[in-house]
């Protein structure tokens, strides 16, 4: 059984910084790109960063340089490491797995993690 739990959302004040964690179990872990999204009230979701198998990463524009993703595959666990927070940083955050394995794609969510910036 596939699950990814979220963790670490909170509220903050603006500058601050939290760090996000998504736990993974029931699938190969080290063989999926792990992905941050989040989606605030009223917008689409969107994609905030990647890392791939192999470690190299990816971000949008609005958070480059303030957040940072990790992975450790030995705990089956990927970070979102996130600072210099702004308001426009309030949304859920969605952990994902993907992969695509012989022409079949395979894409698991977590549930989701609140955070707020607010002063």
């Known amino acids: 059984q596939v699950q990814l739990v979220e963790s670490g959302g909170d509220l903050v004040q603006p500058g601050g910084s939290l760090r996000l964690s998504c736990a993974a179990s029931?699938?190969?872990?080290?063989?999926?790109?792990m992905s941050w999204y989040r989606q605030a009230p009223g917008k689409e979701r969107e994609l905030v960063a990647t890392?791939?198998?192999?470690?190299?990463?990816n971000y949008a524009d609005s958070v480059k340089g303030r957040f940072t993703i990790s992975r450790d595959n030995a705990k089956n666990t990927v970070y979102l490491q996130m600072s210099s927070l702004k308001f426009e940083d309030t949304a859920v955050y969605y952990c994902?797995?993907?992969?695509?394995?012989?022409?079949?794609?395979?894409?698991?969510w977590g549930q989701g993690t609140q955070v707020t910036v607010s002063s």
């Open positions: 029931g699938f190969t872990f080290s063989s999926y790109a």
């Open positions: 994902n797995a993907a992969r695509v394995l012989y022409f079949k794609t395979y894409n698991y």
């Open positions: 890392i791939t198998s192999g470690g190299s990463t």
